[in-house]
């Protein structure tokens, strides 16, 4: 064993990874869907000054929720973090009740208690939960994948994070258990090169992460492009069957870049300006129309309506989220536990 | 006087007791070229260097114990925890050490560790981003623990905190660092831990405010006062040490007494100081201590929900009516 690098997947590759044309299209209006939310989320919070808070857009991320989410079957498990739109539209949460959530509002995935960093919460659709505190949602992970394995219940479970993550305790902690425990648990790391302002060359003493978890941990590591949705989906497709097939953990390292600031509001000053434009080169959502277009997946026309189709659904979600009312205040102590006392 | 706003009041504290202690190290996450998730440390590094100004992973446990290893060294470090709702992922490093050390030590070891963190309650931050429960480290027998409530309280406390020679939880306000301005002296002053500050004087009624809820305090005392009635404000701004004599006194004059703070209700710091007051001076209380606190729910995201969770100068005045027999 060794850490596997993962390189994209070829047109005569498709069948035999289950991308048939419809299941290649479907992928292709998740991406879209995706890029179009965040930009009119950012135009929600700068221009129309319609949302508050924190929210950490996921430009550049989108080839990994989508590829690996993808690869999943729909019943199968993931766990979010902050940084969660993507994942949220990826797993087929409708955007309507994403947007809502952003909005605060009773129509939200989580009734609009949590906002933008726990999006990612809708357990009919296999999202399970989202932390907005770095890494925590790794040890929980383990335990989710845990009871699955004793439950002899097939599905796996995809947990995300992020580069910064892989410094805290229960990263380490997680994964460890994890590997000891044999738990049927996809660690995706979106390695998007920053945590914050601190770029992961500075802040990671190893290697690489794949070499942290690879040799650290015995778990089984893939490396890919992560700004390449088919190269992420072939890593997830074999990731998935090993860990399904052998009942142990496997780990994805995502090699990808946060195209903006860490916030919606952070204007990323603290990096170099030509980087951001070298990565921007490799826009996943540029890349893989173009590609899809080219190999005849899709024809102009057909983007240009998925398009369009794409915007209305945003407009109707925003029309919805601003006509959807608050949870009544007093009905919150209903919710903060499950029984009565 | 001129005026700086609670976040450069809090660089002007570091930034002077960093030019005249090489000791005095900080670190935390992105507060180096970021300067800070809030910009208290903004400019720091360029003028200290990245020996004395450290971004470190996002390793909140390490953060702590790493500086508590510098202190027992000699060191002045000052660590930033970004949020106070990720102290947790720290907490065994200043329960079980920085508090206990000196105790455990016979009193060999000194651990002068400052933890700056803030809360950021009222900006729509959601459940796991705008806590605030100052109660769990009153709890600690060994911690000091500050909350400035202004700007010239915010330098004054960080200056002497860095002069203590006993681990400080410093916990600041995010709603004030950019909002709130204030008068801060140009000349060189400190203000001692244990001490309250009488922020407005009066005689009919006694209101202790923490953080934030100083303000809202001080507004409902100023809108009572329309009506005649004379409120006392008080500020504890350590709880520990813990200056119970001014509140005494201050309960012996009006003989009522209101608390006001942003953490919950229950076993909240609110419920300590009641207790204090309770025991040691109920014998000058005229009426039930009121207590007005965050309900003992987690706190909504939705920016609405949020403010009808949150305690402001309304419900003050409610409770002082209501302390007074008018309602
Ligand atoms: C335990 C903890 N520490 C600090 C933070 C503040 N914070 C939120 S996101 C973030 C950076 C995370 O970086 P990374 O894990 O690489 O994910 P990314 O934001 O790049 O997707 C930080 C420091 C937090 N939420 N939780």
Redesign the pocket.
């Known amino acids: 064993m060794s850490i596997i690098k993962i390189e994209t997947l070829k047109k005569e590759e498709y069948d035999s990874y289950g991308l048939s044309k419809e299941k290649l299209k479907g992928m292709l209006k998740k991406i879209l869907l995706i890029r179009y939310f965040e930009e009119k989320v950012e135009e929600l919070f700068l221009v129309k000054g319609l949302l508050i808070g924190p929210a ?1 857009l996921c430009f550049g ?1 989108e080839a990994s929720a989508v590829g690996i989410i993808s690869a999943l079957n729909e019943e199968d498990i993931i766990l979010s ?3 969660g739109h993507g994942h949220a539209l990826a797993k087929g949460i409708p955007p309507k009740n994403v947007m809502a959530e952003l909005f605060g509002k009773i129509t939200g995935t989580c009734k609009g208690l949590s906002g933008s960093m726990h999006v990612c919460i809708d357990i009919n659709k296999g999202a399970l939960y989202s932390s ?5 949602n790794i040890p929980i992970a383990v335990g989710v994948g845990y009871a699955l394995k004793i439950m002899n219940d097939n599905r796996i479970v995809a947990c995300f ?6 410094n ?1 305790g229960a990263f380490h902690e997680g994964l460890n258990m994890a590997s000891i425990l044999k738990v049927p648990v996809i660690f995706v790391c ?3 090169q ?3 302002s ?1 770029p ?1 060359s500075y802040a990671l003493a190893a290697k690489s992460i794949a070499e942290r978890v690879y040799y650290g941990y015995g778990i089984k590591t893939y490396v890919v492009d992560g700004m390449d949705v088919l190269a992420t989906y072939k890593a997830a497709k074999l990731a998935i069957e090993y860990t399904r097939k052998e009942k142990k953990p496997s780990f994805i390292e995502a090699i990808m870049y ?1 195209l903006k600031g ?1 916030g919606v509001y952070d204007k990323a000053e603290y990096r170099p300006k030509e980087e951001a434009e070298e990565w921007w080169e490799k826009d996943p959502v540029k890349l893989f129309s173009e590609r899809m277009i080219n190999e005849n997946i899709i024809s102009e026309k057909e983007l240009k309506e998925i398009n369009e189709n794409i915007k209305k659904e945003i407009e109707e979600a925003i029309d919805f989220s601003l006509r959807s009312d608050i949870f009544p205040f007093d009905e919150l102590y209903k919710l903060v536990y499950s029984g009565e006392y | 006087m001129r005026e700086l706003s609670y976040a450069e009041a809090l660089r002007e504290a570091i930034r002077e007791e960093m030019l005249k202690n090489p000791k005095v190290i900080i670190f935390g ?2 507060i180096g070229k970021y300067g800070g ?1 809030y910009k208290v440390t903004k400019g720091l590094l360029e003028e200290f260097g990245p020996e004395r100004v450290i971004d470190t992973p ?1 390793s ?1 446990a390490a953060i702590v114990g790493f500086g508590i290893g510098l202190a027992i060294m000699g060191f002045k470090p000052i660590a930033e925890i ?2 106070m ?2 102290i947790p ?1 720290a907490i065994e490093q200043i329960l079980n050490h920085a508090a206990k050390m000196h105790f455990m030590s016979g009193g060999q070891l000194k651990v002068p560790l400052i933890i700056r963190t803030q809360y950021s309650l009222g900006r729509a931050h959601g459940s ?2 705008s806590q605030f429960f100052p109660s769990w480290f009153m709890n600690i027998p060994g911690l000091l623990v500050a909350l400035p409530s202004t700007p010239y309280d915010a330098k004054g406390l960080l200056k002497t905190a860095i002069r203590l020679e006993d681990p400080v939880l410093f916990i600041e306000c995010c709603l004030l660092y950019h909002r709130l301005k204030g008068p801060v002296p140009e000349e060189e002053y400190t203000i001692p831990f244990g001490k309250a500050d009488i922020k407005r004087e009066g005689k009919d009624l006694t209101i202790v405010a923490i953080s934030r809820m100083v303000h809202e305090a001080l507004i409902a005392a100023e809108k009572l006062s329309e009506e005649g009635i004379n409120v006392e404000v008080i500020d504890p701004r350590t709880l520990n040490p813990f200056d119970k004599e001014t509140i005494i006194n201050s309960v012996k004059k009006t003989g009522r007494l209101i608390i006001a703070s942003d953490d919950h209700k229950r076993a909240g710091v609110s419920s300590e100081i009641a207790a204090i007051i309770a025991e040691e001076a109920i014998d000058y209380l005229d009426a039930p201590i009121i207590r007005v606190c965050s309900p003992d729910i987690p706190i909504p995201f939705s920016p609405q929900l949020e403010k009808k969770f949150m305690r402001s100068n309304e419900d003050i005045i409610f409770a002082a009516k209501k302390i007074l027999g008018e309602i």
């Not at chain 1, 907005?132 to 925590?136: F, K, L, P």
């Not at chain 1, 994070?161 to 892989?166: A, E, K, R, V």
């Open positions: 950490h991320g973090n902050h940084r907005a505190i770095v890494a925590s994070f992020g580069d910064g993550g892989t805290t979106e390695n998007n920053y945590g914050m601190i992961i946060r860490h | 996450e992105d998730a996002i909140e970004m949020y709702d990720f992922i796991q981003h």
